[in-house]
């Protein structure tokens, strides 16, 4: 069985963190939320805070070869939050050096700036913040899903559906050699 993790904490977009965890079991994955403390993290959603959510794992309770992906959500607070974190840096790194799929949706692209990941690489986020990518290096375009050899990005929940569906298939095409950071 697959094993995914999504690494978020408090203030991540509740419709990119649901969206895609229920997209994932429904295929059969088992997926895991990962987060810098046990307990519960909050979502935000329509502009405040929203339901919570249990987390399965920390991250000092798991490394990136326990799982065939990891999925980041965005909202403002969570990525900023994560970016802080040599721990949640580190984990990210470790996929990338794994070969192993990797998704973000919205402002999730800042702890992959962070995490020095992007330079080169094709990719989308919310609009506000293509200016962060293209200063770190990558190639920033306006499409509702990006693919760059087991990276896959989107801009908001709008793109939901597309970033499911594209994460779903890397998935299960395992490892991909080209994968790099």
């Not at 249990?54 to 490394?63: A, C, F, N, P, R």
């Not at 962070?114 to 990558?138: E, H, P, Q, W």
């Amino acid at each position: 069985m697959k094993r995914i993790a999504i690494l978020a904490t408090n203030g991540f977009e509740e419709s990119e963190l649901k969206s895609p965890k229920e997209a994932m079991e429904k295929e059969g994955f088992n997926v895991e939320i990962v987060s810098l403390e046990k307990g519960e993290i909050k979502g935000w959603a329509n502009g405040k805070w929203s339901n919570s959510y249990k987390v399965d794992k920390t991250l000092s309770e798991v490394k990136a070869e326990d799982y065939n992906a990891l999925i980041l959500p965005g909202g403002v607070i969570n990525p900023d939050l994560l970016r802080r974190e040599e721990t949640a840096l580190n984990f990210v790194r470790d996929f990338f050096k794994l070969k192993k799929p990797v998704a973000a949706i919205c402002h999730a692209p800042w702890t992959l700036i962070s995490a020095g990941v992007v330079k080169g690489r094709k990719m989308t986020s919310f609009n506000s913040i293509n200016d962060d990518l293209v200063n770190a290096g990558a190639n920033w375009v306006d499409q509702e899903v990006v693919v760059d050899e087991g990276f896959v990005t989107s801009r908001n929940p709008d793109d939901l559906p597309a970033f499911n569906s594209k994460l779903i298939e890397e998935i299960k095409e395992g490892k991909h050699e080209m994968q790099h950071a």
